[in-house]
């Protein structure tokens, strides 16, 4: 390798880790604006960071299969999806079915059937899903892509994931019948459920990271995420419903 082409290969390298570093100061900064603000900024605040870090990261050479959003994979990305759909709903049904594992489907906003249905078609897609993949299983996805390979992905990318839902989860078990009853309300109980949420949405990331791997586009995590909290929302209302009647 000549001097220039070395001086040229290390510039590159910087380049990757520089993006890697604005990508997850980008996410971090959201992340407290959108807990810790205003109601307002916690509406709009990871929206607009998802559509900002993907226009960046586009001018900065990403392209859009390493984004995944090319249009080439968009058919294997729905057939993705509507597998990811279907074991959701089969598992969800499940388990709100069941005595046993009725009780963690009673969260306390998803109460009413007319709320869950704003959330799982309007607030969940628009405020949590669609964002999030953007910003992880897309613009996250394609930087760490560049330096660490697929290891790097899968582990970087799903610790960072499980973090980032520290601040979603400081409510968790004080709103939940079934944890509350699991953990009790207490300070232990919430630093067991925030823990908890931690590995349980780490895990959930290692999954979409493999559908976003597997099927090449978003379409198949974002269906899969979606389904996750939208029908977990309907299937809450469901509960909550049939608990009172």
Known sequence: ????????????????????????????????????????????????????????????????????????????????????????????????????????????????????????????????????????????HGTLGRIYGARGVFAAGSLLFGLWHIASSLGLTAGNVGLSGFLGGGVFGQIVGIGLAVIATAGAGVVFTWLRRRSGSLIAPIALHWSLNGIGALAAALVWHASVS
């Open 1 to 140: 390798m000549t001097k220039d082409a070395a001086t040229a290969d290390r510039r590159r390298t910087f380049h990757a880790y520089l993006d890697v570093a604005i990508v997850v100061l980008v996410l971090v900064g959201t992340n407290l604006i959108a807990h810790f603000t205003t109601a307002w900024a916690s509406i709009a605040t990871v929206p607009i960071a998802a559509v900002l870090l993907v226009a960046l990261t586009r001018r900065r050479g990403l392209g859009w299969s390493e984004l995944g959003l090319s249009p080439k994979q968009w058919k294997t990305g729905s057939l993705y999806a509507l597998g990811a759909v279907g074991l959701v709903v089969t598992v969800v049904a499940i388990g709100a079915l069941l005595p046993i594992t009725r009780p963690f489907f009673m969260a306390d906003r998803y109460a009413t059937i007319s709320a869950a249905l704003v959330a799982s078609m309007i607030v969940i897609p628009l405020q949590t899903v669609i964002p999030e993949e953007l910003a992880f299983r897309g613009v996250l």
